[in-house]
């Protein structure tokens, strides 16, 4: 239990180090995308760190847990993940978007072990994550596959045509965490194409549903571990874009936006 | 295996050879699985499902869905086969196409059912003669369009063996089957159909038969055509394109496709840049008219006339 208690302090340290080392290399290269990062950054430390079963040392374990980034923009928070996980060494993670790097702006599985598929085009993350989750039905492995979307990607149709397949054929192994910042590139979700509401949508495709606060390691520990139901599920995982430093809090801008070194500094002083 | 049933006599059609090829190889080789968007027919796919029900994946009207579903399954170790008319294959889910299997690079195999203008009179909609050139850049994604039910067969076990991504195009049309002896399947390399040395004819798929036709009414007229079957669109067999420049000195695609950006765009840009020869394209300029599938062909020059025309204005270039 005590072990069990210790997880979600683990969890928010290792959520810290990526919010920092993120930022860090979104400044180094004065490109990324530090808001959606910072969105996620909890929810997939939750997953590395609490929840998946892998072997960094062994990245095609057949039996391994998928996770699938398909907000693939937010490579801050992908490639820090990969990295405290032990899929590779902190100094490739200095390359972030030089020439040749091993880290692109987008993730790619032939570049970097841990990747399990190429993302960037907004839309492709769930039907990937739909076929692994056949495929684990097929073979009747007991691995589990994640796929983390941003809100304002599921707009795209084709994330409505997987997750009306998954619904039908009751993938329980399937988990669809979306990462509700309500903002997009240009504006709010709701303003651009409303999403809400998300849940009762979800439960009309045949999906469990789940709301958990995505900046909380415990709660989102709970459900991300809770015991698969006879249906795929879906969780809708509340968050703010640019989560952690003040000024970037709630703000489209940071979408893509970089920090110049007063604003790295600040941002560093916060992130403690 | 079942030899192909005909369905005319001396004419067949490909699908029966795709699905006997690929319903033996799914008996020794659990791991080969199908994706459809509701085409279990129009793939012929019917008795593949009886036999292995749990291993057809039927995602509905859903091509993007498809594609993607195709990639993951390759990611859990099956070997997917993706099977679907050409034309919803190739443009609806075109990006992934592009991101989740060529890039990526998982080990897909696409399958475009009735390519080409197969579909005749239902139009430019459910024609796919775009394909070779939306997918010719795709450097990674090997691209076979067999000639017939014999190398329908070999491109499907060859797919089922190779690790990495393939897009097969089919076609409903019946075609005869060619005849060449002591026949290997080599992916990447022209087959050599007919021996010439005044002018060569590439084609691939369904127009292979139509330049030996044309050759052989060329020959009448003292022209000695080559005819290679260029199956495999992508790798080109460049070798051998440039041999027919050298040794030939001329050049005629046919292509059941867009003459923009396929097989003869292919061979044009590696002839323009290597050894310029005047090269005719014969294939379909653009959207086509209301027709049936024999009316385009004719209407466009995909007969053993039009095609031997076109050897005609590509020797009449050299003499100039």
């Not at chain 1, 009306?164 to 979700?189: E, F, H, K, P, S």
């Not at chain 1, 009762?200 to 495709?205: D, H, M, P, V």
């Not at chain 2, 050759?215 to 070798?239: C, F, H, Q, Y």
């Not at chain 2, 950006?261 to 061979?267: D, M, P, S, T, Y």
Request: charged residues 20%.
């Amino acid at each position: 239990m005590t072990l069990q208690n210790d997880k979600p302090a683990l969890i928010a340290q290792k959520a810290l180090w990526m919010r920092r080392r993120a930022f860090k290399m979104v400044f180094d290269a004065q490109l990324g995308h530090p808001g959606g990062d910072f969105s996620a950054i909890d929810i997939i430390a939750t997953l590395y760190f609490g929840v998946m079963n892998y072997d960094a040392k062994t990245p095609n374990m057949p039996g391994r847990d998928r996770f699938i980034m398909s907000k693939g923009h937010a490579t801050g928070a992908l490639y820090t993940a990969l990295c405290a996980a032990g899929y590779f060494p902190e100094d490739w993670l200095d390359t972030y978007m030089k020439p040749r790097s091993m880290l692109n702006g987008h993730p790619n599985r032939n570049y970097l072990p841990g990747v399990e598929t190429n993302t960037g085009p907004l839309g492709h993350g769930l039907p990937v994550g739909l076929g692994i989750a056949i495929a684990g039905q097929m073979t009747g492995a007991d691995f589990r596959t994640f796929v983390l979307t941003g809100d304002g990607e599921i707009q795209e149709g084709s994330h409505w045509e997987a997750a009306m397949t998954a619904g039908n054929r009751g993938l329980r192994n399937l988990t669809w965490i979306v990462d509700r910042n309500r903002l997009q590139q240009g504006a709010g979700t709701e303003e651009t194409n409303g999403l809400d509401p998300l849940d009762k949508k979800f439960e009309a495709f045949n999906w469990d549903v789940a709301m958990v606060d995505g900046h909380d390691p415990a709660a989102l520990l709970e459900v991300l571990s809770a015991p698969a139901g006879d249906r795929p599920r879906a969780i809708i995982a509340n968050t703010t874009k640019g989560k952690g430093v003040s000024f970037m809090e709630n703000k489209a801008s940071w979408h893509h936006g970089v920090p110049n070194a007063e604003q790295f500094d600040l941002a560093m002083k916060e992130l403690v | 295996m079942a030899a192909p049933a005909a369905k005319t006599e001396g004419l067949y059609d490909c699908r029966e050879a795709w699905v006997a090829t690929l319903e033996t190889l799914a008996a020794s080789d659990e791991r080969i699985v199908v994706v459809v968007n509701d085409s279990v027919g129009s793939s012929k796919l019917g008795g593949f499902q009886k036999k292995f029900p749990d291993r057809l994946v039927n995602v509905g009207i859903a091509e993007q869905c498809m594609v993607g579903v195709g990639a993951g399954l390759a990611n859990g170790g099956r070997i997917p086969f993706v099977s679907a008319a050409g034309c919803f294959l190739t443009s609806r889910s075109l990006e992934q196409v592009k991101a989740d299997i060529a890039y990526a690079g998982f080990n897909v195999k696409l399958v475009g059912q009735s390519s080409g203008v197969a579909y005749g009179e239902l139009g430019p909609t459910h024609h796919s003669i775009e394909d070779f050139a939306w997918l010719r850049p795709l450097t990674n994604l090997t691209v076979i369009a067999p000639a017939d039910p014999w190398e329908t067969a070999e491109a499907i076990k060859w797919a089922a063996a190779h690790d990495g991504p393939v897009y097969i195009r089919l076609s409903r049309m019946p075609v005869p089957a060619l005849d060449v002896p002591n026949r290997v399947f080599r992916m990447g390399k022209a087959e050599l159909v007919h021996q010439g040395s005044d002018v060569t004819l590439i084609g691939c798929g369904t127009t292979v038969h139509l330049a030996v036709a044309a050759a052989e009414a060329l020959k009448a007229e003292g022209i000695s055509a080559r005819v290679l079957n260029m199956a495999t669109i992508n790798p080109l067999d460049e070798a051998a394109v440039l041999a027919a420049a050298t040794e030939t000195g001329a050049i005629v695609t046919v292509e059941e496709a867009s003459v923009r950006g396929g097989l003869g765009g292919a061979v044009a840009e590696l002839t323009a840049s290597n050894h310029p020869v005047p090269v005719e394209r014969v294939g379909f300029p653009g959207f086509v008219p209301t027709g049936s599938v024999d009316w385009l062909f004719k209407e466009f020059g995909l007969s053993a006339d039009g095609i031997a025309a076109a050897a005609r204005r590509a020797l009449q270039r050299c003499r100039k």
